[in-house]
């Protein structure tokens, strides 16, 4: 997810939000279960992101309460006064952000803090973040990062061994580098004490994550769903102990298509908070994005131009959340897209 944010409050915009009562969304698809301690997680994983681009990963082993504390951190600073949190805003492209998702007219019922990954890199938005809450809100931030991003690579060198890519290590390595352009960003989707009956709101709108991979936890209050190859709707049942892993973008070209971008979104319940929390493992600014040789020899066979990492997250950032953004790096445009490109 690439997002640029300019410092709103959440009273602000809200008409331009779509609300509606909730409807029924299709729970007959069953979410691909992962176990990452079974010896065929990677067959797995492999059959998950060419049949849904999408799974749920168990036995992960990050800790649970860190998982926890950290959710409760984030919730302490989302519920300081607006004014406070509108000084670690608006996101350049870090920091604090309220209701405007992007720079093209997206918005959603939501706040959220997006940090930079890489701890050599410090922005003067997320240090008020910091200065803001206790020192255990940045030791959490710090402690959960360096855990996920090793169920990340886990998960990228489960993909490298299911696709027979050599050597194992060739996707996560990107995420490894000193210079990965990965973030982590906390949702918080906030109640609506003024609606008189059960309503939702577009929290998030439909996208696809441009980075390689991009692993989320929220807590145990609904309102994930992905897009079927159908272009039907699924309800993801939330649960506050696993990870739900989306393939992305930049994966889907180095699979030559053979792995999809999910497409979801978040539909929030006005009577329940929802807080979520996503690290997204992106390569470094320089990194070549491309068909891999391995899988795919003959450039001719490709479905996609080569781009650097930059070309691509600033081709985003220039998009609306429902783009097609990789219709402008294929080789030829597949006709059903012909119409977002």
Same mark, same amino acid.
């Given at each position: ?8 409050? *959440?009273?602000?915009? #809200? ?38 681009? !999408? !799974? ?21 600073? !989302?519920?300081?006064? %607006? ?40 922005? +003067?938005?997320?240090?008020? @973040? ?13 402690? =959960? ?7 990340? /690579? ?49 929290? !998030? ?7 390689? @991979? ?6 145990? #209050?609904?309102?994930?769903?992905? /897009? ?12 506050? &102990? ?33 807080? &979520? ?7 470094? *600014? &320089? %990194?070549?994005?491309? +068909? *891999?040789?391995? $899988? ?6 490709? $479905? ?12 985003? =950032? ?24």
């Amino acid at each position: 997810m690439v997002v640029l944010s300019q410092p709103l409050a *959440l009273d602000n915009h #809200t008409s331009a939000i779509p609300t509606y009562k909730p409807v029924m969304v299709l729970t007959s698809q069953s979410i691909p279960v992962v176990d990452l301690t079974d010896p065929e997680a990677k067959t797995l994983i492999v059959k998950a992101c060419e049949e849904f681009g !999408f !799974f749920k990963v168990v036995n992960h082993g990050v800790r649970p309460d860190l998982m926890t504390r950290l959710e409760q951190e984030a919730l302490g600073f !989302f519920a300081l006064p %607006q004014s406070l949190k509108n000084q670690a805003g608006p996101p350049e492209p870090y920091g604090y952000g309220s209701k405007r998702i992007g720079p093209n007219g997206d918005v959603g019922w939501i706040e959220y803090i997006l940090l930079n990954a890489n701890p050599q890199l410090s922005s +003067p938005k997320t240090s008020t @973040i910091f200065r803001q809450t206790p020192q255990i809100f940045g030791e959490a931030v710090e402690e =959960y990062m360096k855990e996920v991003k090793e169920v990340t /690579c886990k998960v990228l060198e489960m993909v490298a061994e299911g696709l027979g890519i050599e050597p194992r290590d060739s996707l996560s390595k990107m995420v490894r580098d000193e210079k990965s352009d990965s973030c982590l960003r906390l949702n918080h989707y906030p109640t609506e004490e003024e609606e008189a009956e059960k309503m939702v709101k577009v929290g !998030f709108g439909e996208h696809t994550d441009p980075q390689i @991979i991009s692993v989320l936890r929220s807590n145990n #209050t609904a309102g994930l769903q992905i /897009c079927m190859k159908d272009g039907s709707w699924v309800a993801v049942p939330p649960d506050h &102990s696993s990870f739900f892993i989306n393939v992305g973008d930049a994966l889907q070209v180095m699979t030559n298509g053979r792995f999809k971008s999910v497409k979801h979104r978040v539909l929030a319940d006005t009577r329940r908070s929802r807080v &979520s929390m996503i690290y997204f493992g992106g390569p470094p *600014l &320089s %990194q070549k994005i491309a +068909p *891999l040789p391995c $899988l795919v020899p003959k450039q001719e066979d490709w $479905l996609y131009k080569e781009f650097t990492w930059s070309q691509y997250k600033s081709s985003a =950032y220039k998009s609306k959340l429902g783009d097609y953004r990789l219709g402008l790096f294929e080789k030829q445009p597949l006709l059903t897209h012909r119409s977002n490109v």
